[in-house]
């Protein structure tokens, strides 16, 4: 399993990037919210990713953000949903958006997703819906200051030791977004995260 690469960008364009690594380069495929997320070529990135081995190959999906990915593995659930649909679907509207649009229903805005119809958005509702209330509640609450919480390094870092510790990506980035402002590192984060969750 590859929970995610670091790297230098070495290409960029919609659907795909390309990330060098001591010397490999790994073709990554993205959605447009993650691309957009991406820095300029030759500047090292991390992104979080899911291996998906099939007979006809080995594909590597990234995504920018936990919340992200941990949404692709959901819409991968529903009967019908491959991987490059659900990367459509996560194209198609920001993250904030696709969790509401779920939540409440909006068959309408789901279908408009490229290959995705009206009968495949009404199965993603049917199945996901109840799976995404807390999620839901979380990024509305989060999204209002979004512009002011910057996730650097640390963050990113501390998030990924949260969740290999069996903590929910959603809760791990709900809980680092409220401690890393009064702390310097990663493990900083983390211990001050832990301190609170066991109190």
């Given amino acids: 399993m590859i929970n995610f690469v670091e790297g230098k960008v070495v290409a960029k364009y919609e659907g795909m990037v390309v990330i060098e690594n001591n010397g490999l380069g790994y073709e ?39 919340e992200e990915k941990d949404l692709f593995n959901k819409l991968t659930t529903v009967s019908g949903i491959g991987a490059k649909s659900a990367l459509a679907i996560l194209s198609s509207q920001s993250y904030p958006n696709l969790v509401s649009c779920i939540i409440n229903g909006d068959v309408n805005t789901l279908s408009k997703a490229k290959g995705i119809g009206r009968k495949t958005a009404e199965r993603i ?75």
């Fill in 28 to 66: 990554i495929n993205i959605s447009n919210n993650t691309l957009v997320q991406l820095p300029n070529i030759n500047e090292v990135v991390r992104l979080h990713t899911v291996l998906l081995v099939r007979e006809d190959g080995i594909s590597l999906f990234g995504f920018s953000t936990l």
């Fill in 125 to 199: 509702v049917l199945e996901l819906k109840d799976k995404m209330d807390a999620i839901g509640a979380f990024t509305m609450q989060v999204n209002i200051d979004e512009s002011q919480f910057v996730q650097n390094q640390d963050v990113t870092d501390a998030i990924d030791l949260l969740v290999s510790l069996g903590i929910p990506a959603t809760q791990a980035t709900n809980l680092v977004k409220k401690y890393a402002s009064e702390c310097k590192s990663a493990e900083e984060i983390v211990s001050k995260t832990l301190q609170n969750l066991n109190s």
